[in-house]
């Protein structure tokens, strides 16, 4: 039997695998001056967190106006499961604008998992972010960080990213940016009034 493997926001280098939010302000900023297809695509994936396989199976029929979510599917142990996140007004108009004139079970974007990387990456290149981070997988970690940052409860959270254990949202409290600076920057002072001359 193995051991189980330890969730980390770091990889064997110590390379962050998350972007931070000045980077993920960039990345936004990027994915708007791309074409409508790849922004929507590269939006759904920060403002939800999803993985790169759940927004390509996202369809009309998924797009819950009325509410302001996104309904996702997921395959849990041979078991289907969904999950509703919302998402900003912006960004479902410019989903329902792609869902247009399609099938309401046809995906909304007609690529495959290569060609949705190689969008997301050009993208996180226009950016000027590269690393460990620069990845699909990056923005969902990401999206996991900020909600810590901004204390969204961790039970929402886990339902957002369809976590099936709380243990592994918990990965997202281990460095919570702005607070955690916050508080060294106390301790900092603190210290600091001993050292001055």
Not at 58 to 64: G, K, S
Not at 127 to 138: C, D, E, V, Y
Request: proline share 5%; with cysteine.
């Amino acid at each position: 039997m193995h051991a189980p493997t330890q969730l980390t926001l770091f990889d064997e280098n110590g390379a962050r695998k998350y972007l931070c939010d000045s980077e993920t302000v960039r990345f936004l900023s990027a994915a708007r001056r791309a074409d409508s297809a790849t922004c929507s695509f590269c939006c759904l994936l920060v403002f939800t967190g999803c993985r790169v396989s759940e927004a390509l199976a996202t369809t009309p029929a998924r797009l819950d106006v009325e509410t302001g979510r996104v309904i996702f599917r997921t395959l849990k142990r041979r078991k289907t499961v969904f999950r509703a996140v919302p998402v900003p007004p912006d960004l479902m108009g410019a989903l329902r604008h792609i869902a247009k004139n399609r099938p309401e079970d046809a995906s909304l974007w007609r690529w495959r998992r290569p060609t949705a990387w190689r969008h997301v990456k050009e993208v996180m290149e226009a950016a000027g972010i590269s690393g460990a981070h620069a990845t699909p997988k990056g923005l969902r970690h990401g999206f996991g960080m900020a909600n810590a940052e901004k204390n969204v409860p961790m039970t929402t959270t886990q339902k957002w990213l369809g976590h099936a254990k709380l243990e592994t949202t918990a990965i997202y409290q281990q460095a919570v940016g702005r607070e955690e600076q916050a508080f060294a920057e106390r301790l900092w002072r603190g210290w600091q009034k001993e050292v001055r001359p």
